[in-house]
Nanobody, 124 residues
């Protein structure tokens, strides 16, 4: 069974940090574009960050640029999202996704595999 499993979410105060992990199983994801999306209550799912196959190129939403860092460990089929200087508006369910395409894209419809999500709550 092909799976992406997120972990590392939780409750943190504004200004704090969290590190999300996403572990793949059932197939290798090292050739895929990997990304993080998030969805807040009552809002549409939005792009957060993406990373290319080698990990050498990364993309960020303007709202998280300079605060979040995406990385990947292809040997372990794992992708990470380091989140610093968290704000209450970062509160959402965070989803890991994999795209078998060639270039990172910000639209969720291009992603083929999704995790179940992990809740991040930032208190003010």
């Amino acid at each position: 069974q092909v799976q992406l499993v997120e972990s590392g979410g939780g409750l943190v105060q504004a200004g704090g940090s969290l590190r999300l992990s996403c572990a793949g199983s059932g197939r290798t994801f090292r050739s895929d574009i990997m990304a993080w999306f998030r969805q807040a209550p009552g809002k549409e799912r939005e792009f957060v960050s993406a990373i290319n196959r080698s990990g050498g190129t990364t993309y960020y939403a303007d709202s998280v640029k300079g605060r979040f860092t995406i990385s990947r460990d292809n040997g372990n089929d794992t992708v990470y999202l380091q989140m610093n200087s968290l704000k209450p508006e970062d509160t959402a369910v965070y989803y890991c996704a994999a795209d078998t395409g060639l270039i990172p894209r910000r639209e969720s419809r291009y992603y083929d595999y999704w995790g179940q999500g992990t809740q991040v709550t930032v208190s003010s």
